[in-house]
């Protein structure tokens, strides 16, 4: 079979349909690629994994195993596994919480070469993922190999992350052979070739420039024009520290003598209000007198995740009106835009910030791959408000928008509860974050002043061995 022969027959089978979708991203696209349907069709995907087989001779790095991405490429990559007679490996979604707990199921040795294999590819998000749970078991993985590059910017996403992508056809391929056909008129092409055009994923910066300077936070203070971040970095800049406290405990006088201890060493604390047994308003207001004695900005952990006119209530009423008090607040986009809409109509008046959930660091989130490309988007359409991001890693480079990053400490684990720690020197020095939240390396330890020195000692060492 031919490409041409392949590309009608999944249109045949509705692996390939026109309209309106929203895709997972959130985005609204006049093409939709589902290739699920292809496991209904043995012989068609027998087809498809002898092309993507014939793709996988073009690699340049060698591969002892093959990987699908879950799922859909699962039962490709099988097929390949079996016809070719190489070994295969299964990634599951997140470790299994019995038996062996692993992530990555198959025989390997560490420092194995794997090829990845994916049906579709949009921004490579997936790819990424699949390739992050192999290099945690000390697999090495170089190229991908792919049944359709929807050409909204895989190739370049990837290729930022040392990943060749090799696909077997490309969208704009596909509508010229399905036009050719009469499959599709001209208007429906026009609007495939303008959705692709108008919705191209960008790598953290441009492959083929130099690494662009590292600027000091007094530096990204002043490019800043909202009020919030021009002041979070002088501050950070000024007190020589990037450290934020997660201040989790239960009692208004507890949250008071951490902070009275530790406020010299802080750029930020971090509350979570709704925890507090015995709040008053006049917790608020000491809140704010410590604040502004140690000058640190108070950030209110609420991770807002409603419809728009609820967060707004949230937001400014109640027992808490946390918008009166934080600088700062954050908010997951799972709800789409209208959170982010609603919690403007609040912070916006009063200079206040948001910060999106685009990453967490418990095990097993979901926090991953197009979710977190499309809160990238949603921020950066609404930068008079959101201000950064709670990542695991810089996620753009953007200078006027911060990278907090929680789950620190000393030393690298996680706890009883899959929270997963990451040492200071990763989350900044590697990751290239710009903020450490840490809580119970502070808030638990013997010494609480000798911790947060510690952190901050190591947080801003880190930030200083990027400097030129």
Known sequence: MDLEKLILELFAVEGIKFGNYTLKSGIEAPVYVDLRVVISYPKLMVEVSNFLWEAAKKAKGSFKTICGVPYTALPLATCISVKENIPMLIRRKEAKGYGTKKLIEGIFNEGDGCLIIEDVCTSGSSVLDTVQA???VGIAVTDAVVLLDREQGAVDMLKYENITLHSICKLSHVI?????????????????????TENRFKPPSSIDQLPKKVLTYGERSELCTHPVTKELFKIMHEKETNLVVSADLKTTKEVLQVLKKIGPHICMAKTHIDIIEDYNPEFVTQLCEIAKKHNFLLFED?????IGNTVKLQYSSGLYRISDWAHVINAHSVPGEGVVKGLKEVGLVKDRAC???AEMSSLGNLATGDYTVATIKMA???????????????????PTLVHMTPGVK????????????????????RRGSDIIIVGRGIVQAHDIVKAAKAYQQA????????LP
């Open 134 to 136: 192999l290099n945690s």
């Open 176 to 196: 010229e052979v399905l036009e050719k056909h009469g499959k599709i008129d001209s208007d429906m092409v026009s609007k495939v070739k303008t959705f692709i």
């Open 302 to 306: 609420r991770k807002f995740a409603d």
């Open 355 to 357: 910060l999106l959930i």
């Open 380 to 398: 950066e359409e609404n930068k008079d408000f959101v201000v950064g991001f709670i990542s695991q890693k810089k996620l753009c480079d953007d």
């Open 410 to 429: 000393l030393e690298c684990g996680k706890d009883s509860l899959g929270q997963q720690y990451l040492t200071p020197d990763e989350v900044i020095g």
């Open 459 to 466: 947080g801003y060492l880190a930030y200083q061995q990027l």
